[in-house]
């Protein structure tokens, strides 16, 4: 069994496998990390592997303690992967880009795949047929926008992300939400768009924690996988182990 680390700019997300099946899935907070492992290590007594991820602040060093009990990877950009990274600048391509860019190679082998994760940041990868992974582009979340617009500006409200169906906002909160809302979904059809006109049998993979709200206005043909960064990361320390 293998335990999986991913941390997040904001959350922190646990997931245990067996082979290419996922388990369990826990969603955490920084300062339990160690208690929450812990806890799944008691009840998943045959797991011997483990990868950790990261995108946030946390001391990576802190994770050897797990060697005493399972083979640990932490994922760098030294860590072997399974395609052609032609990125002109790899050492600064985020480690969660590269699980996703994984997670393409394992479930659509020599096909032309663009990933979208919409989480802090909205970032989109491609990697084509002959497992050359291109690079992408990173653009503002959907709470960036919002909190943006709060702090660079004198009047507006700091709302709570909603999803909207109207274009036309009667007044400064639902103004904001068709702003924010629709203009993400209409950033992610033209980026879709603007990938099919070049490329052949394109597929697409949304994840991330804002997926499953922007969804369901794309007018695009998707494959919606929350899990998506988790089953990368798997399939990262499978590759370095088996």
Known sequence: MNLIVDIGNTQTKLAVFEGGKMLFRVQVDSENIFKKIKEIQEKFKNISKAIVSSVGKTDLNDFE???????LLILDHETPLPFKNLYSTP?????????????SVE?????????IDAG?????????????YLGGAISPGLRMRYKAMHNQTAKLPLLLPESSNSLIGDATDQAIHSGVYNGIVFEID????????KNNDLTVILT????????????SSIFANSNFLLEGLNFILQFNTN
Do not use: H
Request: charge should be positive; glycine fraction near 6%.
């Open 208 to 219: 991330g924690g804002d997926a499953k709200m922007l969804s369901k206005q794309l007018k």
């Open 65 to 71: 303690s797990l060697e005493k009990d399972l083979y």
């Open 120 to 132: 802090t940041c909205i970032t989109y990868d491609f990697i084509n047929a002959n497992n050359e």
């Open 91 to 103: 050492k600064t391509l985020g480690i969660d880009r590269i699980a996703l860019v994984c997670a």
């Open 107 to 115: 479930k659509y082998p020599n096909k032309n795949v663009l990933i």
């Open 190 to 197: 033209g980026f879709i768009e603007a990938y099919r006109k």
